[in-house]
């Protein structure tokens, strides 16, 4: 018997009070995007949980799909029945008989959120649980540990059959959190970090840095590719790309070689906040990670951050770096991320960058020169990019014919 929807629970919303219906339209775009290559679905959505009605595409094609979606906390595949006691019994003889095999053991799951129906959860049980028994030889009862376990929902306006409950990836609808920007480079962290932010529901716009002629195409496609891996979530990813060797150079020039990494994190974070104001995002996500490099401890932290009052999300500040490996992995980006590739901040950084800076020896270096002006210049001379996620896929699939 084919499944002809899913059942879709909502993840932390109940406790969301007012901003219900932003969850609920936001986890419905985040479905109906990641569901784009299947034409026939729709879409139903209440206060308390969502249809997908397949119409005839696959079932297990769309679970995998739902999988990695946030703000579902779980979902079944089910049937939808019409409200009578001989409808719920033939199509539950129907949907058991088309999963049994030989020797399996079941039980019923009654709910009955509609109290008005005829019978009451024991009479589901003992009526639905007979006829079975009568109807499919050598199935029998066990209620502790059952291969299949037919959950039969009756609500108002039908009774739902489903007999499978996946586990989905929680977190908060994309969105449904407001806007930040992510200062994404080519490394292994900030994509996890960019992609835990979104699982709290950030949307996410990309920020990265690159330093013509010192870092090539090669290392901006790096970044585009990453981005692409980000876009998949949520249908596009919009990319800043902010042209810095003007500043890394006068970096060079003006500020003493073993500030010039704390003076360097100090810019990308001004303009960074620029590009922010500009987008209307209300805070900044970064890739660091407690004591992993130089520019990581706290006390560059606290000379870094002074330049602004915007909040920085550091989602991966506690996290070992296996850790961090592992998501990276999961996400799928981190053999993007392990090609070899120049970064802007790797290429100027001095042998020895100070690991506890001072925020008032930094003050003092930068103030001997104004940067306003080329941060204004590296602002207006930013390129944005939309991605889209990567169609790859599609168009090998089609080379083949
Ligand atoms: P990552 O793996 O994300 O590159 P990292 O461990 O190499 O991090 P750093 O190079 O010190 O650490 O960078 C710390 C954070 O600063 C990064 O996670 C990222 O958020 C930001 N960052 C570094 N370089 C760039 C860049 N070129 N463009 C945008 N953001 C950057
Ligand atoms: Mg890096």
Redesign the pocket.
């Known amino acids: 018997m084919d499944y002809e929807r899913i059942l879709i629970r909502y993840g932390e919303i109940s406790t969301k009070g007012r901003n219900r219906n932003k969850f609920v339209d936001k986890l419905k775009k985040s479905v109906r995007i990641a569901l784009v290559s299947f034409p026939n679905v729709k879409v139903e959505a209440s206060r308390d949980r969502m249809y997908v009605l397949l119409n005839g595409e696959d079932c297990a094609e769309v679970n995998d799909k739902l999988k990695n979606i946030f703000g579902i906390q779980s979902f079944s595949p089910a049937i939808k029945v019409e409200r009578g006691l001989e409808a719920l019994k033939e199509n539950s003889l129907e949907l058991v008989r088309s999963l049994y095999r030989d020797g399996q053991t079941f039980k019923i799951t009654p709910k009955r959120s509609d109290k008005s129906f005829e019978l009451d959860t024991d009479g589901i049980n003992h009526t639905i649980g007979g006829y079975l028994l009568q109807n499919i030889p050598g199935l029998k009862v066990n209620v502790k540990n059952p291969d299949i376990n037919l959950r039969i929902e009756v609500r108002k306006e039908a009774i739902y059959l489903s007999c499978q409950t996946i586990q989905g990836a929680g977190g908060l609808p994309v969105g449904s959190s407001g806007k930040a920007m992510?200062?994404?480079?080519?490394?292994?962290?900030?994509?996890?970090?960019g992609y835990l932010a979104m699982k709290r529901g950030v949307e996410v716009e990309?920020?990265?840095?690159?330093s013509p002629p010192f870092?090539s195409e090669r290392a901006k496609e790096k970044?585009i590719d990453l981005s692409q891996k980000l876009a998949e979530i949520y249908g596009s990813l919009t990319l800043h790309i902010?042209p810095?060797t003007n500043i890394q150079q006068t970096i060079r020039e003006q500020i003493p070689e073993n500030y010039s990494m704390t003076s360097t994190?100090r810019m990308?974070l001004r303009i960074?906040d620029e590009i922010r104001k500009k987008h209307e995002g209300l805070a900044i996500?970064?890739?660091?990670?407690l004591g992993?490099?130089?520019?990581?401890t706290l006390e560059s932290m606290f000379a870094i951050n002074e330049v602004t009052n915007t909040p920085i999300l550091r989602p991966?500040i506690t996290m070992d770096k296996t850790d961090i490996i592992k998501i990276a992995q999961e996400i799928d980006t981190f053999e993007i991320?392990n090609r070899p590739f120049e970064?802007?901040?790797?290429i100027f950084v001095p042998a020895s960058p100070k690991t506890k800076p001072k925020r008032e020896k930094v003050q003092h270096f930068e103030s001997f020169f104004d940067f306003e002006p080329l941060i204004h210049e590296a602002v207006q001379k930013t390129e944005r990019i939309v991605i889209k996620p990567d169609n790859k896929q599609r168009s090998e699939f089609s080379d083949l014919f």
């Not at 996500?285 to 990670?289: F, N, W």
């Not at 992993?292 to 990581?296: E, G, M, P």
């Open positions: 992510l200062m994404l480079s080519g490394g292994i962290d900030s994509p996890v970090a990309a920020v990265h840095f690159f870092t970044v902010v810095f994190r990308m960074t996500i970064t890739g660091e990670s992993q490099v130089a520019s990581q991966l991320s970064d802007c901040c790797t």
